[in-house]
């Protein structure tokens, strides 16, 4: 193998390992439905904590019924703020969007 395959082929191995690791291994499923969810809990929210923001708790759709998910903590991600999950009406149907951090 010539000095210039052996080149090649030593920046390509990274490149194709790089897009392996930036690919999702899943997609998020959407959710929709058709009832509305319940109202919020108050949720006592603990001290801060350096480095990680709030993630409210919220109403998830599991099993066919709605399902308390507590709140956690999300690392802070430099440079955004973050928006937490929801979900939003659009005529009869009610969708579920993903937290996520907003630059």
Same mark, same amino acid.
């Given at each position: 193998?010539?000095?210039?395959?052996?080149? $090649?082929?030593?920046?390509?191995?990274?490149?194709? &390992?790089?897009?392996?690791?930036?690919?999702?291994? &899943?997609?998020q499923t959407e959710?929709?439905?058709?009832?509305?969810?319940?109202?919020?809990?108050?949720?006592?929210?603990?001290?801060?904590?350096?480095?990680? @923001?709030?993630?409210?708790?919220?109403?998830?759709?599991?099993?066919? @019924?709605? @399902? !308390?998910?507590?709140?956690?903590?999300?690392?802070v991600m430099r440079?955004?703020?973050?928006?937490?999950?929801? !979900?939003?009406?659009? #005529?009869?149907?009610?969708?579920? $969007?993903? #937290?996520?951090?907003?630059?």
């Amino acid at each position: 193998m010539s000095t210039l395959a052996q080149l $090649r082929y030593a920046l390509l191995v990274p490149l194709v &390992f790089a897009a392996f690791v930036s690919t999702p291994t &899943f997609a998020q499923t959407e959710v929709i439905i058709r009832q509305a969810p319940p109202v919020e809990r108050v949720e006592v929210i603990p001290a801060g904590r350096p480095g990680y @923001a709030w993630d409210r708790g919220h109403w998830g759709w599991q099993r066919g @019924a709605y @399902a !308390w998910v507590p709140g956690h903590w999300q690392p802070v991600m430099r440079n955004a703020r973050w928006q937490p999950g929801h !979900w939003e009406s659009r #005529g009869p149907n009610w969708y579920w $969007r993903e #937290g996520r951090w907003m630059r």
